[in-house]
């Protein structure tokens, strides 16, 4: 975003993209799936937002928490967007928890452990790990069991 600078003259600041911008990158910029401005539930575009995401995506939804186990990561592909409620501070019921963070999956590491990527808004940007070390979303790490949604575009 331009600021002004001495003598109306305009400069731009770098920022890091958050998990929605970067997944907006991907599927938007790179791949023209459309993309919404704001919040957007017509279904037709990327929503700005994590939270909008797991219900107002184009594509189809795969899978969603019962509010007791998270979305069967067999059902993965890569590709899919996968969206978390990693603690966000809400209400705290899992069943209408707040999706918080969203990240698109790669498929298998070569120790068979499925991997996404995502961002976030610190200085390392695009990553394959969340501020307290790897992320797979099998097993009982973070990820694993905060996954909430999962969306095919």
Known sequence: MPRPRGRGMRCFV??????????????????????AAKADTSGNRIPRQ??????????????????VRPPAATLL???????FNAGSGDDGDPQTATVDHVGIHLGGDAAGKRRFLSSRK?????????????SPLDGTGLYA?????????
Do not use: F, K, W
């Open 14 to 35: 770098r920022s890091n993209l958050d998990c929605s911008g970067y997944t907006r990158m991907v599927y938007g910029y790179h791949m023209g799936v459309p993309m």
């Open 145 to 153: 069991e905060s996954l909430h949604t999962v969306r095919r575009v």
């Open 50 to 67: 994590s939270r909008d995401m797991a219900d107002h995506t184009p594509g189809v939804l795969i899978d969603r928490t019962d509010g």
């Open 77 to 83: 592909q890569p590709g899919d967007l996968v969206l």
């Open 122 to 134: 610190t200085v390392n940007g695009p990553t394959m790990a969340h501020l307290a070390g790897a």
